[in-house]
C-alpha cells in the first residue's frame, strides 16, 4: 500500500511510518492540514491516515475538500476525542475509520489494510510459500517437502506472520503485536523460546535453514544459507 500520513506530531508521525515500512508499505508524510491536502490531491494514495487536529487546516476540513472534489480516497482519522458524537462527526465530515488515541499499531494496521481491501486493493494470500517450505492458511497445514509440520496455534501464527514478510526483517516489536496481540517488555523471552520451538520444526535437519536471527534487528524467513 501507498499511504499518506497527515499528522503534525513529529514523533508519532515518524513511529508510524518506520512501523508502516516495517511492514512493506509505502509512507509518506505531512506535517500539517495545508501540506496534507496538497500532498493528497497531487498523489495517488491506498489510504490517508489523518489527524484530527493539525495546524492551518484540521483533519475534517482536510477530508472534506477531497470529498467535495470527488476524491474517494479511504481515510482513517485519529484523534484524542473518542466520544461516539466525535466519531459521528469525523465520519459524516467524509472519513472512512475514526481510532481514538491511543491505539495500537497492529489495530490501525489491521484497519488501514481493512479500508485497502474494500477500494479493491490485492486480496489476502490464502498461502505461502519459502523455499519448499510451505503454509497454508485455510487449512492450518505446514508442509516442509513432502513432511508435514504439526505446530501449536501460536507457533502458526507466528510462522504465518514471518512467511508473509519473507525477505524482511521482522522485528520483536511486530512479532508482539502482531501475533502476542499486546505490548509488554521487548525484552522478554516468550519469544526467543517460540522461536527456537518454531527453528526446531522447520530447520531441524534440513540442509538448508529458513528461519534466520537478524543480531541486534529481529528475525527473519528467507530462502538460502546463513
Do not use: C
Not at 70 to 76: K, Q
Not at 91 to 97: E, H, Q, T
Not at 114 to 131: A, K, W
Amino acid at each position: 500500500m501507498r499511504l499518506l500520513i497527515i499528522e503534525d506530531d513529529r514523533e508519532s508521525a515518524e513511529y508510524l511510518a518506520k512501523a508502516f515500512r516495517e511492514v512493506g508499505h509505502v509512507a509518506e508524510l505531512a506535517g500539517d492540514g495545508e501540506e496534507g491536502l496538497a500532498l493528497a490531491q497531487s498523489g495517488d494514495y491506498d489510504v490517508l491516515v489523518v489527524d484530527r487536529m493539525l495546524p492551518k487546516r484540521d483533519g475534517l476540513s482536510v477530508i472534506g475538500t477531497l470529498r467535495e472534489k470527488g476524491d474517494t480516497t479511504p481515510a482513517l482519522i485519529l484523534s484524542a476525542l473518542g466520544q461516539v458524537d466525535d466519531r459521528i462527526k469525523g465520519l459524516r465530515a467524509g472519513g472512512d475509520d475514526y481510532l481514538p488515541k491511543p491505539y495500537s499499531f497492529a489495530e490501525l494496521l489491521a484497519r488501514v489494510e481493512v479500508l485497502s481491501r474494500r477500494r479493491g486493493g490485492p486480496s489476502e494470500e490464502t498461502s505461502y510459500r519459502v523455499g519448499d517450505l510451505e503454509l497454508d492458511r485455510l487449512s492450518h497445514q505446514v508442509r516442509r517437502g513432502a513432511t508435514e509440520i504439526t505446530l501449536q496455534p501460536r507457533e502458526f501464527r507466528l510462522l504465518e506472520y514471518l512467511m508473509k514478510h519473507a525477505g524482511q526483517v521482522v522485528t520483536r516489536t511486530m512479532l508482539l503485536e502482531n501475533v502476542w496481540d499486546y505490548h509488554f517488555d521487548p525484552q522478554t523471552n516468550v519469544i526467543d523460546v517460540h522461536i527456537s520451538r518454531l527453528r526446531s520444526k522447520i530447520d531441524k535437519g534440513q540442509e538448508r535453514p529458513l528461519l534466520h536471527t537478524i543480531r541486534g534487528a529481529g528475525y527473519m524467513i528467507r530462502d538460502g544459507l546463513r
